[in-house]
């Protein structure tokens, strides 16, 4: 893998112009990824770094240093080609949407991701499927060039090293994680700042709106399995963004018997997104049956079909997986 971190730094030195992707409803895991090897690029190799985002920017990460620097895919010049594109913890080339084009037109493209899942579509592919989130890969990569991390870089790999183990609760939350998570605080970053500016900032329209998905929710083979819609209504009467549905889907596993717990939401296009967590069952076998990906206990995928008959797919597919 050192040989991969020494090839990576070898083609930022090269190249002229740079992009980093971030993948379509972006976390704290892409975001934070995506900023902290945008600064140590600016910073060690002194080039600038156009850092993009795809959909909406969630207010949620605002809190981030230089968070306004991230660029709507939309801005960016379709017929610019870059020489170097990197993207972070996008499993698969299709999560970059519209920035897709952009990325392949680049003369070279580099993958760094976290998910099994991810068969590796870059020139140059950095992929550790049992890493806890993609900041552990860019600390071992920041390591190998002999690199420190600034206290900005620091808190952007805290909050993609927090968000993707759900606090530090998560089954991905290995010995790793906290030795990390120890050395971030040495540097100086606050876990309970960090924690409560991203967890403890919602808008009152947010807690209403979760409150009311978590109210409507469906369950399934004596509570095993739980399900909650979210129509393009529904985000109306609460003038609510994409991030409002952020978390929502490990609420519902909170409940003591819930084995599998979904979330539908309707999209403009009129198709169905589905977010998926699991206690115990190997979900990769269910979303990538819908043509989707992710990590053994938390995948997603979208159906292509309205909201209603997405449901009806999608739970027969659980209840047969059970």
């Known amino acids: 893998m050192n040989e991969l971190f020494l090839e990576l730094k070898s083609r930022i030195e090269k190249a002229e112009s740079i992009i980093i992707f971030s993948h379509v409803s972006p976390d704290g895991d892409t975001l934070g990824s995506n900023l902290a090897l945008k600064f140590m690029i600016e910073k060690y190799f002194h080039k600038k770094v156009d850092s993009v985002y795809v959909g909406t920017l969630p207010i949620l990460y605002s809190y981030l240093p230089e968070y306004n620097s991230f660029i709507d895919i939309e801005k960016i010049d379709k ?3 870059y020489s170097l594109a990197i993207a972070v913890d996008v499993a698969s080339k299709d999560r970059m949407v519209a920035g897709t084009n952009i990325f392949d037109k680049a003369k070279y493209k580099i993958n760094i991701d976290h998910h099994k ?3 590796g579509y870059g020139d140059l592919n950095i992929i550790d499927g049992d890493a806890a989130c993609v900041g ?27 968000t993707d183990t759900g606090g530090f609760k998560y089954e991905n939350t290995t ?32 807690v209403q709106f979760q409150a009311y998905v ?9 509570g095993k399995i739980a399900i909650a819609k979210i129509t393009r209504s529904d985000m109306s009467k609460f003038d609510a963004t994409d ?8 609420i519902l596993r909170t409940s003591k018997d819930v084995e599998i717990s979904a979330i539908l939401k309707e999209t403009k296009e009129g198709y ?5 967590r699991s206690k115990t069952f190997d979900l990769t ?3 990538m049956d819908f043509g989707g990906g992710g990590h053994t206990f938390a995948a997603g995928c979208t159906i292509k079909k309205p909201i209603a008959i997405a449901f009806d797919k999608l739970l027969n597919r659980i209840q047969s997986e059970l």
């Not at 010995?175 to 700042?193: D, H, N, R, W």
């Open 117 to 119: 899942t991810n068969i």
């Open 136 to 162: 552990i890969i860019l600390c071992k990569i920041f390591k190998a060039w002999q690199t420190e991390m600034t206290f900005d870089t620091a808190r952007c790999i805290y909050t993609s090293l927090m």
């Open 272 to 276: 169905t997104k589905v977010s998926l």
């Open 243 to 250: 991030e409002y549905t952020e978390g929502i889907v490990e």
């Open 214 to 222: 978590v109210s409507n929710t469906m369950f399934y083979n004596q």
């Open 79 to 81: 017929n610019k080609q």
């Open 175 to 206: 010995p790793e994680a906290f030795v990390l998570a120890s050395e971030l605080v040495k540097i100086g970053v606050s876990p309970t700042k960090e924690y409560r500016a991203c967890y403890e900032t919602k808008p009152q329209s947010m």
């Open 285 to 287: 076998p269910i979303v």
